[in-house]
């Protein structure tokens, strides 16, 4: 079974602090993407990378940072964390060519 | 621009009967679409895909019907059970290395 596991299921900072969420999977998957889910608004890309040192942004990268120096990690950095980024944060990965995307289990991240 | 839209946030459905949660997609170069079941505080999972090339794919209670013309898909369960309710997201994908594009969701109950 493919496995995505997030560092951490709850958070809670402080406004201004610096936050890094890691996603590590264990299927040699060379595609691996961060989302955001808010009521209302559905999954939300925020980063994408296709492969090790390579990262695009989604739809909503603004406050936030990645990084992929081995393959089985990517993580997403919150420079400055702000309340507007307290969200549900999913990791997800899949193999390139193929659709089919597997997602950890989420973090509940709250900025206070 | 919303390119994969579920236009229903939520579908309340009695335990045995049908549900049918759609979704509507503007961007014509999409190629394959898949299903997502999300529980509170967990990562979505997938549950059924189709092929543009196809106009239904059915697994066990899950059915997908695609209508390319419309740009139309949905998803049908049949028969509904209580542990069915979860949101569900529609996602699209127009080529191997490009991020799923997911709908906002629809949140199905189903009543005993």
């Known amino acids: 079974d493919v496995k995505v596991t997030q560092s951490s299921r709850y958070l809670v900072k402080r406004t201004g602090e610096k936050v890094f969420l890691e996603c590590v999977q264990d299927?040699?998957?060379?595609?691996m993407f961060w989302y955001r889910q808010d009521p209302g608004l559905g999954l939300r890309l925020i980063y994408f990378?296709?492969?090790?040192?390579?990262?695009e942004k989604g739809d909503i990268p603004e406050g936030y940072s990645v990084s992929r120096e081995k393959k089985e990690r990517f993580s997403l950095i919150l420079e400055s964390a702000s309340t507007n980024q307290t969200s549900m944060y999913l990791c997800?990965?899949?193999?390139?060519?193929?659709?089919?995307?597997?997602f950890g289990q989420g973090t509940r991240l709250t900025v206070v | 621009d919303q390119q994969v839209k579920q236009n229903s946030p939520s579908l309340s459905v009695q335990e045995g009967r049908i549900s049918i949660l759609n979704c509507d997609y503007t961007?014509?170069?999409?190629?394959?679409f898949l299903w997502y079941k999300k529980y509170p505080a967990e990562g979505p999972t997938f549950l059924i895909s189709?092929?543009?090339?196809?106009d239904k794919n059915e697994d066990g209670r899950f059915t997908v019907f695609l209508n390319k013309s419309a740009k139309h898909l949905s998803l049908h369960i049949v028969p509904s059970q209580p542990g069915d309710s979860a949101v569900y997201f529609c996602?699209?994908?127009?080529?191997?290395?490009?991020?799923?594009?997911f709908g906002k969701g629809t949140r199905l109950s189903v009543i005993a």
């Open positions: 996602a699209a994908i127009d080529s191997g290395n490009t991020p799923l594009v």
């Open positions: 961007n014509s170069m999409f190629d394959y």
């Open positions: 997800a990965s899949r193999h390139g060519g193929t659709a089919e995307a597997f």
């Open positions: 990378s296709y492969d090790v040192k390579m990262k």
């Open positions: 189709i092929s543009s090339i196809k």
């Open positions: 299927m040699d998957h060379e595609n």
